[in-house]
Every structure is written in structure tokens, then in C-alpha cells.
């Protein structure tokens, strides 16, 4: 069965994997740059393009050691294209087509966001024959990153629409941005969340943006609502009932959108992806909502990996995709062409 080698390096993590059959993971390691980027609140890219270069050929070895594989055993490699840093993209993509080339081996350019739907395919080899089966189509996908906010419908491997998407600020974003404006650390998300333990998430009614009519997000005002609430109080801010509470907004917000839009487009499943889908109140909420089964990624798939890249190769290459070595990088890539009915209704 044929076997994956991705890389991905679209922002702060040097990833690679090996992964057969687009589910199976045999090597999957994450170098990440948390520690460089930390002092500046924020990815820097000319020096996560640095860390790329230096991270990867180690990367790739890990992996490949991880997997026990050698060179003979892969049949094709991918890298990511896009959306990303272009800096990051670069180094990667670059990497997986020199390997490809000097392998002679068919080369494929993944779009990240739809790698973030593929890590719903994914665990670990030794759980081949006990893992779950794979999602079924049509399937309705959530993606919540730190760059971006998309609902999506996929009808099947390479056959993908955007319902809605962010109009301002992504999910992960929203996390970040409050958590600093809370002090807590970079990245956000996951401090919220531990903050958000303690809080009581109905203490403060923060705003809800339902844009109705829409499948599209903004969380832009509630941003700024969190500081309008936090700068008169000083230094007494009760900092787990904000975390509770913006968590609860952005969580409410999400879920019910999707699960809208999964009941709207009679979807057989609804999937979550992205750094924000590690989230557990989010998790919690879209499974008490929705009106079909929901799949969830394994928490370590979630944020950037190249394990979902190599299955998002593989789908494409299900659907017909072959070896393109004229891909080039794509900063702004969307993840799927929007919905043309949507678009005209707006
Ligand atoms: O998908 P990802 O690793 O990178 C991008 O492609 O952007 O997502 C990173 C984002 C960050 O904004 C981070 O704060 C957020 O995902 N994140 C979380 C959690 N873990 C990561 N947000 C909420 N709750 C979490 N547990
Ligand atoms: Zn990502």
C-alpha cells in the first residue's frame, strides 16, 4: 500500500511523517520553534524561515528512523504549498521536490487547511485493524487555526467548498490576542483553556457575532469587547471567569454555525480540524450539538503536523491528482473555492 513522505513548514513547525495508505502514521515528528518566537508574542518570519533550514534535514531523518523505512520504501512525497509564510513555505516545499527529484519519485504540493481536515484519517500504525473507520462523505468540516476560520463541505477526496469563513480575525488568532491581552503566554489557546478550568464561563455575557444568514465568523468585536471589559478593572482582573467566558463565546459561536450547517447541507458526518479543534470546550459543545456523528483528531494532530499533510496527498491522489513538480508556493491560498449559491446571496 503506498506510503507517504511529507513535510510541512508553513509557520513555526518543521514537521515530516511517513504515513501509508493516507491513516496509517509510522513517523510523525514536530520540531517546533516556540522557544525562538516566545520573547516577540509572535511568530517572526525571517527567523522561523532560519529554523526551517536547520530543522529539517534532522526532521526528516527522525521520521523516516520512526517508521523504520529507507528511501525504497516511499512512493511519493508531498510538502505543503500554502496558505503559510512564504519564507516557511518555501524551505519545505523545496525540500519535499528535491527529495522527490533526486528519488525520482511523483511529487505532490498539499494545501494546508485541507491537510487540517485530513487529520480526522489519521492514527497510529499499530492500530491498524482497531482504529475507527474513516470519515464518510459528504462530510461538513470546521477548521479553526491560528490563521484561519473556514467552514467547509467536502464531498469527497479532492471535491471541496467553503460555506463561510472569517471576515476579521481567525479563531486562534482571537484566542492569542486575548490571551495576551490577560497575560497569559504565547501561544494562547492552550493558556486560555487551562485558565478557563477555574472560570465561570457564564460570569461575563460577552458578544456573539451570528452574522445571519451567513456561515461566516468575526471575533474581531469580541476581542476588543475582553479589553473594554479588562482595562478599567487594573490590576484586579478575574482572569479565569474572562478566559471561561471568551472561551464560551468563541466556543457557542463555532458550534453552532457548523452544526447549523451540517443539518443544512444533510452532511453523513461533521469533522473538526485546526490548532483551536484541540480546544475542549469546543469539543464538548459541537458533540452535544450536532445532529450527526462527529469526529475529533487525535489532540497531537490538531496543530501543525505532517502527518495530515501525507494524507491529504494521498486523497488528492485518490481523487487523480499526480505528480506536479511546477507547484510552487502559495501564501494566500484559500482552502477551497467558496460556494457559488452563498457568494450570491450575500
Ligand atoms: O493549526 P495550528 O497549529 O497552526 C495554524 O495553522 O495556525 O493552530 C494554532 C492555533 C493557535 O492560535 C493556538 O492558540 C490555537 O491554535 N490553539 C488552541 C488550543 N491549542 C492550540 N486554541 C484553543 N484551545 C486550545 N486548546
Ligand atoms: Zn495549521
Not at 511529487?107 to 491537510?115: I, Q, R
Not at 480526522?120 to 485493524?129: D, V
Not at 476560520?149 to 484566542?175: C, K, N, P, Q, Y
Not at 456573539?208 to 479589553?227: C, E, H, I, M, N
Request: hydrophobic share 50%; net charge negative.
Amino acid at each position: 500500500m503506498m506510503r507517504m513522505l511529507a513535510i510541512e513548514s508553513s509557520c513555526d513547525e518543521t514537521a515530516a511523517a511517513i504515513v501509508r495508505a493516507g491513516r496509517w502514521v509510522e513517523g510523525n515528528v514536530v520540531a517546533s520553534q516556540i522557544a525562538l518566537h516566545a520573547t516577540y508574542g509572535g511568530v517572526v518570519p525571517e527567523i522561523a524561515s532560519r529554523a526551517h533550514v536547520q530543522a529539517l534535514v534532522p526532521v526528516v531523518r527522525q521520521a523516516m528512523e520512526q517508521a523504520e523505512v529507507g528511501w525504497d520504501d516511499i512512493d511519493l512525497v508531498a510538502g505543503t504549498k500554502g496558505p503559510g509564510l512564504a519564507g516557511s513555505l518555501l524551505i519545505g516545499l523545496n525540500a519535499a521536490k528535491a527529495i522527490a527529484y533526486a528519488r525520482d519519485l511523483p511529487f505532490l504540493g498539499v494545501n494546508h487547511l485541507e491537510g487540517h481536515i485530513y487529520a480526522n484519517w489519521l492514527a497510529e500504525a499499530s492500530e491498524e485493524g482497531i482504529a475507527p473507520p474513516a470519515p464518510e462523505f459528504p462530510l461538513l468540516c470546521l477548521i479553526v487555526s491560528g490563521g484561519h476560520s473556514d467552514l467547509v463541505l467536502m464531498r469527497g477526496h479532492g471535491d471541496l467548498v467553503r460555506l463561510g469563513r472569517t471576515r476579521d480575525d481567525a479563531a486562534g488568532e482571537a484566542f492569542d490576542k486575548v490571551a495576551r491581552i490577560l497575560g497569559l503566554g504565547f501561544p494562547g489557546g492552550p493558556a486560555i483553556q487551562k485558565a478557563a478550568e477555574r472560570g465561570d464561563p457564564s460570569r461575563f455575557p460577552l458578544p456573539r457575532a451570528w452574522l445571519p444568514g451567513t456561515y461566516d465568523f468575526s471575533f474581531s468585536g469580541l476581542k476588543t469587547a475582553v479589553l473594554r471589559l479588562v482595562e478599567p478593572l487594573g490590576k484586579d482582573v478575574p482572569v479565569a471567569d474572562v478566559a471561561a467566558s471568551f472561551q464560551e463565546s468563541v466556543a457557542d459561536v463555532l458550534s453552532a454555525k457548523a452544526t447549523r450547517a451540517a443539518a443544512a447541507f444533510g452532511v453523513h458526518q461533521l469533522a473538526i480540524a485546526g490548532g483551536v479543534a484541540a480546544n475542549s470546550a469546543l469539543r464538548q459543545m459541537v458533540v452535544e450539538r450536532s445532529p450527526v456523528s462527529v469526529r475529533l483528531p487525535a489532540l497531537k494532530y490538531c496543530t501543525d503536523n505532517a502527518a495530515m499533510i501525507a494524507s491529504a496527498a494521498f486523497g488528492r491522489y485518490i481523487a487523480g491528482a499526480r505528480s506536479d513538480f511546477a507547484t510552487d508556493v502559495s501564501p494566500n491560498l484559500p482552502v477551497a473555492p467558496a460556494d457559488r449559491a452563498l457568494e450570491a446571496r450575500r
